[in-house]
């Protein structure tokens, strides 16, 4: 039996495997590989790969730097917020640091891999809750295969089925559909570019360089979305300067985005959630990762403190990144107001001249 079987290899999965790895029989599992992706341009889960002050000041604080070999050129200082509406824009100093998130996973998994076992290739089914274990059902091989574990952690993303068995009802936290490309990029962009546009979504999109290639991506509601929303949306960037090469992939997923009347949750029935299955993202800019390795910090804490108790612990242990949420919700009201936002652009405030 193991002790705990963590059901995602994303960053809030392989960050509380990282932190239990001396204490506990650890397993991961993942539907995807894992232990061996090329880059995040072919694999891997899909991600901008901007790692924000948030993230950053989070990785510092659990003691941990992020590799030279993770990084991808170039560096971001600033980024350009274009209205792809009226044409309004502004550049604005920012503080990212932009990684391959394919090798950020792979990192993060190193740190661990010689002490937790994981299975790889392996899909999640169902579980059943037997007095103080769980039997959880996976798909590994072809074959079904059931093992047991004395606790079970929901890591697996915005689309988290741990939590849709779970508890239904906690699992509420909307979903948008996002859909980022992959491109080549002759030209060397300095900065990464967002977009917004109301026509398609009452999000945004973005653009970031990635070494000889760029991304471009956006996320908009399941009831604004249609089959052509991302072409219509790359062709508007293309229309604003933006000049992306050959079109190497496109890919899609969901990603999850907080209201007030939609908040995340530590918990799905008698197991706990964590990073974006429990939905804890920013609902303004979508950074996640800060929010993945904060809370899977506080779980690996609650379960250090009682292994008896540690789902109250955990929950208990949620209230400030609640509030932190709430604030990002609050504040996406108001940025997301397309006047308020033009305004605030035309002014030029705290913007960047940039000199010819
Ligand atoms: C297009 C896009 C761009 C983004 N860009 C940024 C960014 O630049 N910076 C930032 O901070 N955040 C970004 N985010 C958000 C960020 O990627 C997520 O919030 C973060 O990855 C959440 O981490 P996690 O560990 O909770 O889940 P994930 O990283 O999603 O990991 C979940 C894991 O669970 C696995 N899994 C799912 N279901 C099953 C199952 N049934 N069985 C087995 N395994 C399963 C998946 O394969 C995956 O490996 C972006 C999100 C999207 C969609």
């Not at 894992?34 to 991600?47: F, H, W």
């Not at 026509?199 to 052509?228: C, H």
């Not at 090469?245 to 918990?267: D, F, V, Y």
């Not at 990144?321 to 033009?342: A, D, E, F, H, Q």
Request: charge should be positive; charged fraction near 25%; hydrophobic fraction near 40%.
């Amino acid at each position: 039996m193991f002790d705990i079987c963590i059901v995602g290899c994303g960053i809030a999965g392989l960050n509380l495997a990282r932190l239990l790895q001396d204490k506990m029989k650890v397993l991961l599992i993942d539907k995807r590989t894992v232990s061996v992706q090329k880059n995040m341009i072919e694999q891997g889960k899909l991600c901008g790969g901007l790692l924000a002050p948030d993230a950053q000041k989070e990785f510092a604080a659990q003691g941990l730097s992020i590799p030279v070999h993770v990084l991808v050129d170039p560096q971001i200082f600033a980024v350009d917020a274009i209205d792809l509406m009226t044409g309004v824009h502004a550049i604005y100093q920012r503080f990212y640091i932009n990684v391959d998130r394919a090798k950020l996973d792979q990192w993060l998994y190193s740190l661990s891999s010689h002490r937790v076992e994981l299975w790889e290739n392996t899909l999640f089914q169902s579980y059943v809750k037997q007095k103080d274990h769980y039997k959880v059902t996976v798909r590994r091989n072809d074959k079904e295969e059931e093992f047991l574990c004395k606790i079970l952690v929901g890591a697996d993303g915005a689309m988290s089925r741990t939590a849709r068995l779970s508890n239904s009802e906690k699992d509420r936290v909307p979903k948008y559909i996002s859909v980022q490309g992959a491109f080549e990029s002759d030209h060397r962009h300095f900065m990464y570019y967002s977009f917004f546009d109301r026509r398609l979504t009452d999000f945004y999109g973005w653009m970031i360089p990635k070494g000889d290639k760029m991304v471009i991506g956006f996320a908009a509601s399941k009831e604004r979305y249609q089959n052509d929303s991302f072409d219509t949306f790359v062709n508007r960037v293309t229309e604003s300067g933006i000049k992306p090469g050959r079109k190497l992939n496109e890919r899609s997923t969901l990603i999850a985005r907080p209201g007030i009347g939609a908040l995340p949750c530590g918990t799905a029935g008698d197991i706990p959630l964590i990073g974006e299955a429990g939905g804890f993202i920013s609902t303004s800019s979508a950074e996640g990762i800060s929010y993945a390795m904060k809370t899977s910090y506080n779980l690996h804490q609650a379960i250090m403190t009682d292994r008896e108790h540690y789902l109250k612990l955990y929950e208990k242990s949620l209230g400030g990144l609640k509030r932190n949420i709430i604030g990002k919700v609050l504040k996406s009201k108001v940025y997301y107001t397309p006047w308020i936002r033009n305004v605030a652009m035309k002014s030029n405030v705290m913007a960047i001249k940039i000199k010819a």
